[in-house]
């Protein structure tokens, strides 16, 4: 299979089941809703080493927001229930009630209940004020700047991390072009993130290592710089190699980011993009295997 | 939607109990069964079809027509399904109610609401005394459930109210949230004297300012407050009028009282309100 000449490996990306919510953070405008997402989903690229995967989602208009200002939608991922509780409540505590004028809220409707203000409250020292509206409640905690309004409950609901791509491209610049046509394209997709810096990440992983205390290293199959050292999965005219990965709150959000992602990778003329590929273990660890061949049909 | 219409056909000698007339009781009887129904006034019974005339099939709609002061606790202890009320019904309607919607066409008597736990009564009127206060005895009063009172709300609005939502349209008379725990109460015309006295917690929101504020209520300042939008959102889907007019508080003047127990509690002035003083 190729899409504008480019060759679509016939493999899978293989992807586990997390833990997600989705937080509304507003705003006296969208400068400070940014930085207090930024601030929230910082430091939370893998949950190998950061305790949770988190990106925005998307900007939200203030008729889109409980409040009616300026918002942005958050995803938060984790392995457990217990690790979404602890991120909710040190990310939101940290980041965006200390960011001023801001604001949060649930995001999502349906799914396990999980609390966002109801232990970041007591931060009100007393002083905090409840209000219940419509089966939702609300805390007012007094704060220097007047109240930071926080809904009381968020929900959680299963999800997927893990979907990704693999970018394999003549040199550095044509890789790294392709992969920021693919995260422009892939974050018009509703119910997910790429969580790495820019949505892209160089430093893919195998399981293992050659050291003990080491879980994961360097997946040297897909280091350029290795080709001449190890069973290479490159061929000799691919000089560098990207990958983006994709946490959805559904397979058909995963197959939507997968399928927009490549098919913007491979766009234009001269691209220097050379094959799409995946990463997986070999289907033996996680349940869920997105076909790149299947969803490009 | 089925509806059962019951017009009060003659005046009831004495006090007329109707809490036995809710669209889930009815809700699967025969019009000959809901005929043949006993009503207790004042130290007699008498059956349903003797006092009202009967149209409709039961179902989730009971529409009670032409009903008078007389007519007492009217959807009291309402748990589901739509009341529509005209005429002017008296004491104690919906008093213990906790799910449903009692919409009346007419002014309602006293303890509108009364150790209300849930549910959304509108009055398209005026109110008497004690809307959303306590049943006798209890040390509580409204916990949960909405009010719109589109007219004017005698004494003691919100008395001892614990949570839910109050919103007066007219004006409301002397100790509004009167020694209030919780909750929100909006008044759009003028509050009576001692609003919020013994307040311990709770939102009075004012649009006009009384003529003299509370000793025990200290100023804070004039804020806009993160809360009102959401409040308007609430209530935009029950009442448009209303939530439009809470936009009036999106600067509010906030007082924090009442400072005799504890200063927990608030009073919103609207801005414009609190630059007339």
Redesign the interface.
């Known amino acids: 299979m190729k899409i504008n000449g480019v060759a679509i490996d016939n493999t899978f990306a293989e992807a586990f089941p997390m833990k997600a919510t989705r937080l509304v953070v507003t705003a006296y405008n969208e400068t400070w809703a940014e930085h207090a997402a930024r601030a929230m989903t910082g430091f939370a690229t893998s949950v190998i080493a950061c305790g949770c995967e988190a990106g925005i989602e998307r900007r939200l208009k203030p008729s889109e927001t409980p409040d009616g200002r300026p918002g942005i939608a958050v995803l938060l991922f984790t392995m457990s229930k217990k690790e979404l509780g602890k991120q909710i409540q040190n990310r939101v505590g940290q980041c965006v009630l200390t960011s001023p004028t801001s604001a949060c809220f649930a995001g999502l409707d349906e799914g396990e209940p999980i609390a966002l203000g109801k232990n970041l409250r007591y931060f009100g020292d007393g002083h905090q004020i409840s209000k219940k509206f419509g089966g939702k409640r609300y805390w007012r905690v007094p704060v220097m700047d007047g109240e930071f309004v926080c809904e009381e409950m968020t929900r959680m609901v299963k999800a997927i991390g893990g979907g990704n791509f693999l970018i394999l491209a003549r040199d550095q610049a044509a890789a790294l072009a392709a992969a920021e046509r693919a995260i422009v394209a892939m974050q018009t997709v509703p119910g997910v993130i790429m969580p790495f810096p820019g949505g892209v990440v160089r430093s893919g992983s195998k399981v293992g290592s050659k050291y003990k205390t080491l879980s994961a290293s360097t997946n040297h199959l897909f280091c350029p710089t290795l080709k001449g050292a190890v069973d290479s999965e490159l061929s000799a005219d691919v000089g560098a190699v990207l990958e983006i990965v994709i946490d959805g709150l559904d397979t058909a959000s995963i197959d939507e980011a997968t399928r927009v992602g490549i098919r913007a990778a491979c766009r234009g003329r001269n691209h220097g993009v050379l094959r799409i590929s995946a990463g997986n273990y070999g289907g033996s660890l996680g349940p869920y295997h997105f076909k790149l061949r299947d969803i490009l049909k | 939607m089925t509806r059962l219409e019951l017009t009060l056909a003659a005046a009831p000698v004495g006090a007329l109990d109707l809490a036995p007339l809710l669209p889930a009781a009815l809700d699967g009887m025969t019009l000959d069964q809901v005929r043949r129904l006993r009503l207790r006034h004042g130290t007699r019974s008498s059956a349903l079809g003797d006092l009202f005339a009967v149209n409709g099939e039961p179902g989730e709609l009971l529409a009670l027509r032409g009903l008078t002061s007389g007519c007492l606790r009217v959807g009291a202890g309402l748990t589901s399904g739509t009341l529509e009320v005209s005429g002017n019904p008296g004491d104690e309607l919906g008093r213990e109610m906790s799910g449903g919607t009692i919409l009346v066409r007419g002014n309602a008597g006293d303890g509108v609401g009364l150790g209300m736990r849930g549910g959304l009564i509108r009055v398209q009127g005026s109110v008497g005394d004690r809307v959303g206060g306590m049943l006798p005895g209890a040390t509580r009063g409204m916990n949960?459930g909405t009010i719109i009172v589109t007219g004017d709300a005698g004494e003691r609005v919100g008395e001892r109210m614990r949570?839910g939502?109050i919103a007066i349209c007219g004006d409301s008379g002397a100790y509004t949230g009167d020694r209030m725990l919780?909750g929100?109460i909006i008044v759009l015309g003028a509050c009576g004297p001692h609003a919020g006295a013994g307040m311990r917690?709770g939102?009075l929101l004012l649009a006009e300012r009384p003529a003299q504020m509370p000793a025990t209520f200290n100023p804070s300042g004039t804020?806009?407050?993160?809360?009102m939008?959401?409040?308007a959102?609430?209530v935009v889907d029950i009442d448009r009028r209303l939530a439009r007019r809470i936009a009036d508080f999106s600067r509010a003047e906030r007082w924090c009282g009442d400072m005799a127990h504890g200063g927990?509690g608030?009073i919103l002035l609207a801005a414009a309100a609190a630059a007339g003083r």
Do not use: H, M, S
Request: net charge positive; hydrophobic share 40%; glycine share 0%.
């Open positions: 949960e949570r939502l919780a929100t917690r939102t804020f806009a407050l993160t809360i939008p959401l409040l959102q609430y927990k608030e």
